[in-house]
């Protein structure tokens, strides 16, 4: 099978890449593993990391935004594309324009292209717990009330993968997730970052800023648990899913002040002592207006788990980045 | 004032438009009704009944998803624009890249031009109970799982205008409406045109086929309570009607074999037996996928009206469409 990942030198776009190169997980027409034939990455940026030399893989550097590009990126021997590529949520807070220049009309351009292989290829679309506002704890029927422009921007895209989908055009999913932590690499512009950076650049010697109340709390998912929730969704039964495609992914809801204390039992009070208080009123104004708890009867009738503790999440990071090793 | 009104060839546009010319009833910053100083009717035809001779009026036929257009209508002169333009459900339907094009880009074209004035103006946009599906009974907090493009498109409009209000580059409302009835002129390609239909065209002599079933029921609102809603909602505070700007009108719930009864009992059944059954199956499906029942209690709390009953309904459009008078 052919594949095509948007945001393909991404964090999730990376990893999933991987796992689809290792060993066939994504299902065909017959419900069985097939072998990808074909996987293209495309992304914005050149990858920071070299991808796979795998001769399977296809990098490709491009504008979401222009759509020949997309067209010839998903053609009629696509049968699958999970799209990832997204301006992030402090990005597109900032950013206005270009964040509904590549969330909303770089979404359009991929559905459209998509649509137009005349194929009905699945489309697993990223969407983001940022879709909920104003409500402690969500499920996968919750009202959409975003409130900041990135998560508005994912509640239409929802809208118009379940329209897609409904018309017979694309076979599409939307996987909502929660905040992806610990994320690797550097800090970006999610206002979500800070919950990675606590706990990552601590663990590498460095000191971070925290920008919210040790009381925030936050729902968040390992990417390892996320990657292979996106795989459960592309293989879940279309007609089970129904015409709402959208399924909230279900994380853990720990305190920032509770992140903190797993990271000082783990690691020791002087990786811990690495995070001092630096308040950043954008950033808590936004968290605070996310949802912290998850009750996705959904995600958990499909099998989709998330991680088992803090801990768990912690010692993935530190075994699949770190080489299993810490500065303390 | 300055108002721009979009659709203004169409109904509501031009009930809307021939009110707020006869007396002041739009508030202005001081919370006083203002003057229309200028009111400028935009719409994609040229309007069937002459526009009023008022020298306030100025008639503009044009394309909404010409982006140019919309920023020359919508100036720095404007104080409120009310964006009724739409490829209606069933020519959404069937033309789904028209649908998009007018529904989705031409709303993205009126919020641009108001945030372009750099003065905030208002924007109240006419949505539709089609935003909800699957659920009987809606309210302002039930989840939009829309069933169809053009509910899609309405769920989309409403995410953009709560993001522009958020954002402060508009001062936008939205007003979730049910199927209006009883809508004078032609029938249009609305999938809900039958429910008015099967009351107009009887009263004017003339046999109409109704394409849904005796039990079938809809939410129903008068032309003249729509109108009202929409001044009301105009002049609504903002800081009050928080970040979701959406307000779901409440209608009354007549079963199609009660609106035929109705009929009956106020014209005779002479009137109502030119009424045949002629099922539509796109039309029934469409019809069973909307609410029924709508308990806005927002729409309550502005002190916005629904009609008294259907008999108050036929009898204000024999009053107002017919000089009072039907063909027995």
């Not at 606590?198 to 968040?220: A, C, F, H, K």
Request: aromatic fraction near 6%.
């Amino acid at each position: 099978m052919k594949v095509v990942i948007t945001g393909g030198a991404g964090m999730l776009g990376r990893r999933l890449a991987l796992r689809i190169l290792a060993k066939p997980e994504l299902t065909g027409p017959d419900g069985a593993p097939q072998d990808v034939s074909k996987l293209v990455l495309f992304d914005a940026f050149d990858p920071v990391e070299a991808p796979s030399e795998d001769p399977r893989v296809e990098v490709v550097t491009g504008d979401i935004c222009n759509r020949e590009t997309l067209d010839s990126l998903i053609d009629g021997e696509t049968d699958a594309v999970f799209h990832f590529a997204a301006i992030v949520s402090g990005g597109a807070e900032v950013n206005f324009d270009l964040g509904y220049a590549v969330n909303l009309d770089g979404g359009r351009n991929v559905l459209e292209a998509a649509r137009r292989t005349g194929r009905c290829p699945k489309v697993v679309f990223a969407s983001s717990l940022a879709v909920y506002g104003g409500e402690r704890s969500v499920d996968d029927s919750t009202a959409l009330t975003p409130q900041t422009s990135y998560g508005t921007q994912k509640a239409i895209g929802e809208l118009l993968v379940n329209d897609y989908t409904r018309k017979g055009f694309v076979d599409g999913r939307t996987l909502r997730l929660p905040t992806i932590v610990i994320r690797p690499g550097k800090p970006n512009a999610a206002a979500s970052g800070f919950a990675s950076s606590i706990l990552r650049e601590p663990l590498q010697g460095d000191e971070v800023g925290n920008p919210v109340t040790p009381e925030s709390r936050m729902l968040i998912l390992s990417p390892k648990r996320a990657a292979q929730a996106f795989i459960e969704i592309h293989n879940a039964d279309g007609a089970s899913l129904g015409i709402n495609r959208a399924v909230m992914m279900n994380g853990i809801s720990p305190k920032v002040s509770e992140m903190l204390d797993v990271l000082s039992r783990y690691a020791g009070d002087a990786v811990a002592d690495r995070v001092y208080s630096k308040p950043d009123a954008m950033v808590q104004e936004i968290v605070d207006g996310w949802a912290w708890y998850s009750d996705g009867a959904r995600a958990r009738a499909l099998g989709m788990e998330p991680d088992a503790s803090l801990e768990e999440i912690i010692e993935t990071f530190v075994n699949e980045e770190l080489d299993g090793t810490f500065v303390s």
